[in-house]
Structures are given as C-alpha cells and as structure tokens.
C-alpha cells in the first residue's frame, strides 16, 4: 500500500521539479492534497494545479518530463484542454492542470492549499479556493417529483430492453435525487464535503440513509427490486403521489 508519507513526498518532488525549470510560479494542491490532507491516506489520489509563467503553460501540456522526472509514469492522458490523469510506476495516481496566473482566475476549485511557490512572489495572488456560484438547495418537492419520474422512465425502458439506461435512470438519476434529498431527512455528521461531488464521503455524512444505498443500487439485472426500494424510500419520508406511485408499482410487477 501506498502510504501517506508517500504521496506527500511526491508532491515535494513534484515542487522541486517545477522549480528546477524555472517556468513556474507554484503548486497548488487540492482536495486531500490541499487543505484537507488530514484525510489523506493509502486509497488518495494527487489532485493539483501548476501554475505557470505567462507564456510558459504549453511546455508543461507538451511534455510531462518534469513529471516522469519525479517517478517513472506507467500512463498518461490528456482528459481536458488544461491538464493530464496520469498514473505512476508505483500505483500513485495523479490528476493535474496547468493554468497561467488569468486562467486561474477562470478555473472553478475548492480546498487548495500553494505547496511550493517561486521565490519573490507572493503566494497570497493565487486565490485557495473558486468554487463560483454555488446553486441553492432544492425543493423538497422538486426532489422528490424528479426521483418519481426517474423510477417511471427507467421502468419503461427497462421493459423495452434498454436495460443500460434503464439502469441510469433508476440506479443512477434517481439515487442522486435520494442523496439530495438526505439533508432533509437526517442531520449531516461532520465530515469534509466535496461540493462538486455529493456523492463522496456520503456514507460518513448520512450514516442512516446511506443504510438503504445496497437496496437501491442491486445492480444491471435488479433494476425493478432497486426501482422498489427507492419508492419504499421516498414513500417512507415524503408524500408520494399516489397515481405515479402505483404506475411504479404495475411497472415493477410486469413480466
């Protein structure tokens, strides 16, 4: 297993590179390579940003040297316009982009921390976190009639065949309503949150609800038991209508 020591010494390295090219401004780390590294442990990944010299952001995008030169890579790919996932040698995995200091501006991030910053340049101009427009909660209402027609689509398409989408709609859009709809119903233990992925970490958050997750998640050949479970759910902690909830019921029953 990969310790914590590990990773963390990989992103001194990675600093010590950046410095050594003498293109770069700084390195920031995110997530529990930011400000949360207390959660750091053997199943992290690096997420970070370089932060470039004006001018200097292509000799990092068009040749990873000053990676490899850290720890042999076993694989790359650029998955944006910005930055790499890359995987080394030793199982770290890594996800990366590299921004001039306008860009940063642009990019959208949570929970940074500057890892290593060039000299004479303050580090206090690199915001640690932009995480933009935060959109409010949503209804209780909404959550609910949105789940409902999740489970009802699904259920048709199940019996089409579709069984893949039928599998999204019911396993995927409609547990994302239930994990929305957690915070109405139970009160969120202490844990950091991922604001762009409420998903992580929710078995921390929402111990109770998330109790019920294995029945509405049974998998591609289990999506009427699943579609079930979630309406057991909603019905449970919430006003169901009675006209869909019944048409989810025939649909669950059907040959």
């Not at 199943?43 to 490899?68: E, H, K, M, Q």
């Not at 042999?72 to 890359?86: C, E, Q």
């Not at 479970?229 to 048409?247: D, G, T, W, Y």
């Amino acid at each position: 297993m990969i310790s914590r020591e590990t990773l963390l010494e990989r992103l001194d390295a990675i600093a010590s590179s950046l410095k050594n090219t003498h293109q770069a401004l700084a390195l920031m780390g995110l997530g529990s390579a930011g400000a949360e590294t207390a959660r750091m442990d053997a199943f992290s990944d690096l997420d970070f940003f370089v932060i470039a010299l004006p001018g200097c952001r292509s000799r990092f995008l068009d040749n990873l040297d000053w990676l490899a030169e850290t720890y042999p890579l076993a694989y790359s790919f650029m998955n944006t316009t910005d930055g790499y996932k890359v995987l080394f040698t030793d199982g770290i995995f890594c996800e990366f982009a590299v921004f001039e200091p306008d860009g940063l501006a642009q990019a959208v991030y949570s929970a940074g921390r500057i890892i290593w910053c060039a000299e004479n340049i303050d580090p206090k101009q690199f915001p640690l976190q932009n995480r933009g427009e935060i959109p409010p909660a949503r209804e209780i209402s909404w959550l609910v009639g949105e789940a409902l027609s999740n489970l009802y689509i699904g259920l048709l398409r199940h019996h089409r065949g579709e069984k893949l989408s039928a599998t999204r709609f019911i396993q995927g859009y409609a547990v994302d309503r239930v994990v929305e709809l957690s915070g109405y119903i139970e009160t969120p233990l202490p844990c950091e949150i991922d604001p762009f992925a409420p998903e992580r970490r929710f078995e921390c958050q929402y111990p109770n609800t998330s109790v019920h997750l294995s029945a509405m998640v049974q998998g591609y050949d289990h999506n009427r038991e699943s579609a079930r479970a979630i309406l057991a759910f909603l019905e449970e902690n919430f006003p169901v209508n009675v006209e869909i909830r019944q048409k989810i019921l025939d649909l669950c029953q059907a040959k």
